[in-house]
């Protein structure tokens, strides 16, 4: 299923949590939206997925409006969604089998169907036989398999991912985010990721939003977005992920300092020695490396380029005109 918003707000008292949101979802997908703590995330999350209505704008599933409905159509609705959550939101009162049969007993499914359906639902997240398990009794990541077999009991549609890693470790979280692709081709899901961590995108999404207070301000498939950011929080998400900017040295006093990104077949060619034999440029390299973004190789180098302005357009120039995207840092 597509969601479509169009000029979404949520206002609380004079701070725009939720600022003039327009975005297209499409079907099939796993749609990342990241940004920083306050960025109106868990806002724009509670608008798509009809916890809270919009001050202004709409909600589109598919062809049907969804943020005006009254209370019955309201729950017939929310049955083809599914949510998971940071802090897992798991009954500790029941075990693992009795917390994803739940949504099926609030539909009133008989009790052999619930049974079948839930030894399944194990099997698929990979807790064969550990149904009986106390939540208490489990790991991090295994509570979240339970709370994604939870949220897929009732076949939704759309699964949202609030922040569902954020607690667990880098392995698990590969793991879990390996699932969650991995549901989401079998079932023909669109998950809806919400992170503030562009590792999550990386290895999970095709698409994804860059929010920052309550607006959109870069968006599109992952890989182009890694190759060619545009704003300078994308840029600053980017810059964390790959540890390049921050802690890093600048040796050179006079060269100019520069970011190049370049992606695919680029990434096995000898660029630099190629520009710096062309034209007598000098690089000074501080820091670089390839990560594998949906598929794609993405490569970055951070370096100085020298030894003066003239052997610096140059080189600028013929990176260019090598596909390679420049950036300086001013
Ligand atoms: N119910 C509310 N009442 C008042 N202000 C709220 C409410 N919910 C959220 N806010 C404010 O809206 C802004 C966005 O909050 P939101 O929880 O959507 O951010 P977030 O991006 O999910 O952050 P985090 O990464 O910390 O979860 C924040 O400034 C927050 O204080
Ligand atoms: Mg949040």
């Given at each position: 299923m597509e969601i479509r918003l169009k000029h979404l707000r949520r206002n609380y008292g004079s701070l725009h949590?939720?600022?003039d949101v327009s975005l297209h979802i499409p079907s099939n997908t796993v749609f990342g939206i990241i940004g920083r703590s306050g960025a109106g995330k868990s806002t724009l999350v509670r608008l798509i997925s009809m916890l809270e209505r919009p001050d202004e704008g709409e909600v589109y599933y598919d062809e049907k409006r969804v943020d005006n409905l009254d209370k019955k159509e309201l729950i017939l609705a929310r049955r083809r969604i599914g949510m998971i959550f940071q802090n897992f939101n798991l009954f500790s009162s029941r075990n693992a089998a009795e917390n994803i049969a739940y949504p099926m007993e609030i539909c009133g499914m008989d009790k052999s169907a619930i049974k079948k359906r839930t030894d399944e639902l194990l099997e698929l997240v990979g807790l064969s036989g550990r149904g009986n398990a106390p939540i208490s009794t489990l790991s991090g990541g295994q509570k979240q398999r339970v709370a994604i077999a939870r949220a897929l009991a009732v076949s939704p549609d759309i699964l949202f991912c609030d922040?569902?890693?954020?607690?667990?470790?880098p392995q698990t979280t590969r793991a879990i985010l390996a699932l969650i692709k991995e549901i989401q081709k079998k079932m023909n899901l669109t998950v809806v990721m919400i992170t503030h961590q562009m590792e999550v995108v990386r290895d999970s999404c095709d698409y994804v939003a860059v929010l920052d207070s309550g607006r959109i301000v870069e968006e599109g498939r992952v890989a182009d977005v890694f190759a060619k950011p545009e704003s300078a929080t994308t840029k600053d998400f980017l810059s964390n992920i790959t540890s390049v900017h921050d802690s890093v040295v600048r040796w050179s006093q006079d060269g100019g300092r520069y970011t190049l990104r370049f992606r695919g077949s680029k990434t096995d060619a000898p660029i630099i020695s190629t520009v710096s034999n062309e034209t007598g440029a000098i690089f000074n390299i501080r820091a670089a490396g390839v990560q594998n973004v949906n598929g794609e190789e993405i490569g970055i180098i951070v370096c100085d380029i020298g030894p003066n302005k003239e052997a610096q357009d140059k080189a600028v120039a013929s990176l260019m005109s090598k596909g390679i995207i420049v950036e300086e840092e001013k």
């Open positions: 949590a939720v600022d922040e569902a890693t954020s607690a667990l470790d």
